[in-house]
């Protein structure tokens, strides 16, 4: 597929680095100068310097054949008029970065339309979707989600008051009462493999689990983490993130607290959060943080602009009390150190948007989501087109050649999910989420490409 770029910041860096890999023709357009040297010499792709709002260079990035255009630049402007030249170009798909709120609401999608955008990411909703799916998991590793949050992934360490120690995967699966979830990764003593119903858990085990979000209250309750959900949240930065943040968090958690630094913005943020506290003052400042009520906090968020303030204040929060901490940073290369020294979660957002519009370009085809943190293994979900092998019959006869190295852990069907068993028949138009190790997703792909195999 030949496809234009229109940014090289993070996300149109790492969404040219990810296409060029699959194999598709990329074009990437660049109003810096300087970046656009730095890239030309790491990636072997066209570059050219200019504005994608310029059908001067549109057409050098060659726009009139292409397939697709990522619009995903700092300014909405720029990217709703980069899809609408596209437009006139007869380009099929095209996709832009959104972060107006006015635009995107369901009156806003229809201007959207208007001017030629045929799907948009907006940055602040899809943040807010991964730190809410983050919250609903006490003490999880890494939470991650598929189908707006239908299906989670979730990674926890066994502890010992745990109803799952030294049961087999069976005979939890028998107290969960069905098929509520699936084990899919087991990381044993410098040693991940994928599980089999036989394996007994063990303290100090790293097992990652997928599961439908009907299916979270009792994965947690076999944790023994029910009682530990989320009661309250202390949300901290002047940001669009943090006001639609505390909103998400308010539809569920009991008490939530806005930490605003700018007493304007605050104000304003004041007057559009219903049933949320809202406070003015440096989230840096311990008496400040104090004030906040963070010594008894069930989750801390740094949601800023400042990724300094945001790991700084999270940090902080912990050193006072507060059991969850997360921190958004813009500083993708400092996340793993941000980690190290303590942070719960970092959330890097351009790399979340990379993510995201990887799933949209994919979809019906095969989509790597996400490399599972010090684990070789990746999920991805996969779309099951009509007359492929994989939909021939059960899944016990058609993955038995992949047994050990892949494992099927939900099928997201009509709407509904289900977390498959060995007689499970996969249908067309299935999506299906797979953990499997890197080297078997060519396989993979072909069981669910369409046509005789």
């Not at 929060?317 to 901490?325: D, F, L, N, Q, V």
């Not at 980690?339 to 790399?351: A, K, L, M």
Request: hydrophobic share 40%; proline share 4%; net charge negative.
């Amino acid at each position: 597929m030949q496809i234009v770029i229109v940014g090289a910041g993070t996300v149109g860096y790492e969404l040219a680095i990810q296409l060029q890999k699959q194999g598709h023709d990329v074009a990437l357009i660049e109003q810096r100068r300087e970046r656009v040297l730095e890239i030309a010499e790491k990636l072997d792709i066209l570059v050219v310097p200019g504005s994608g709002s310029s059908p001067s260079a549109l057409e050098a990035a060659g726009i009139r054949d292409a397939e697709m255009i990522l619009a995903v630049t700092s300014e909405d402007e720029v990217n709703i008029l980069a899809c609408g030249l596209a437009a006139r170009y007869g380009v099929p798909q095209r996709i832009a970065r959104v972060r107006n709120p006015e635009l995107t609401a369901a009156e806003g999608k229809m201007v959207l339309d208007g001017f030629g955008v045929t799907r948009f990411i907006n940055p602040e909703r899809v943040i807010v979707q991964v730190i809410d799916q983050i919250a609903r998991v006490p003490d999880a590793l890494e939470v991650f989600g598929y189908h707006e949050g239908e299906i989670l992934i979730s990674r926890h360490i066994i502890k010992p008051n745990m109803p799952v120690v030294d049961r087999n995967l069976m005979e939890i699966l028998q107290l969960a009462g069905g098929r509520n979830f699936l084990a899919v990764a087991l990381h044993r003593n410098g040693e991940t493999r994928i599980p089999g119903g036989q394996d007994v858990l063990q303290e100090g085990d790293d097992v990652t689990t997928l599961f439908s979000r009907k299916g979270l209250e009792t994965y947690l309750d076999l944790l023994d983490l029910g009682s530990r959900t989320v009661k309250s949240a202390v949300v901290a930065g002047r940001s669009l993130t943090a006001v639609q943040l505390c909103e998400s968090l308010s539809q569920w958690v009991e008490k939530v607290v806005y930490l605003d630094p700018d007493y304007e913005h605050g104000l304003d943020s004041a007057e559009r959060l219903e049933g949320v506290e809202v406070l003015f003052g440096d989230p840096t400042e311990r008496d400040v943080l104090r004030d906040a009520g963070v010594e008894n906090i069930d989750l801390f968020v740094g949601a800023g602009e400042d990724t300094s303030q945001n790991v700084m204040s999270a940090l902080l929060a912990r050193s006072e009390g507060a059991k969850k901490i997360i921190a958004i940073s813009m500083e993708p290369r400092s996340n793993t150190l941000f980690r190290e020294i303590g942070v719960d979660h970092v959330i890097s957002p351009r790399r979340l948007m990379a993510q995201e519009i990887m799933d949209i370009i994919h979809r019906g085809r095969i989509s790597v989501e996400l490399q599972l943190r010090d684990m070789n293994l990746e999920s991805m979900e996969i779309h099951a087109e009509a007359g492929s092998k994989i939909t021939k019959d059960s899944l016990a006869k058609v993955w038995s050649p992949l047994h050990g190295k892949a494992i099927a852990g939900a099928i997201f069907r009509k709407g509904e999910v289900t977390i498959p068993r060995g007689d499970t028949k996969i249908e067309a138009d299935d999506d299906v989420i797979v953990v499997c190790q890197p080297q078997m997703a060519p396989k993979i792909q072909k069981l669910f490409k369409g046509g005789k195999k």
